[in-house]
């Protein structure tokens, strides 16, 4: 019988908390089995092995980068909802790093609960460039774009990668200054020449 008290929820809970504390390759089924005074084998009632709890964490990690990313959209339209959303994606990185870099891989095709769930991101940001007239192909472009830019941003900066004395907060506003000043001025898809019907689904549910 599972150990009462435990459920996969828990578990998922508490190997992200441990992430977010030690960095994801901390992660194990002995790391969180102790932190549950319990033994390993228990924790294979609750979740598939090590590459299970990963997929759970990823998961936790999308679901809530996703609500915030919604939240702070709520409201607002054009640059305005643009730089809320990254200044919502920069603060998550920071709160929740493991969670965040658990999130980093695509979930395979055959995966439709995990598609379903990282594409809540993917659906914020295509909304909120769609308020600068971006749709069809196009916004599978413009979405990767702006993650590149927040991505690289903020995994350098978690990673201790910015060491000049200059803010790092006035950096982060130029980024964004300059990707809202792009999306502004999104090519159209026949000035691209590139075909609004190239996204593929996967592409749309999580797999950008």
Known sequence: MPRAGLSPRLVAEEAARLVDDRGLDALSLTAVAQRFGVAVPSLYKHVDGLAGLRREVALLGAAELGERLRTAATGLAGPDALRAVATAYRRYAH??????????????????????VFAVPVEVLTAVLAGFGIGGGQAVHAVRTVRSALHGFVDLETRGGFGLPESVDESFELLVEGFVRAVQRWPDAASAGVGTEKGSEGERRGRL
């Open 95 to 116: 709160a929740h790093p493991g969670r965040y870099a658990a999130l980093q891989r695509a979930p395979g095709d055959e995966d439709h609960e995990a598609l379903k």
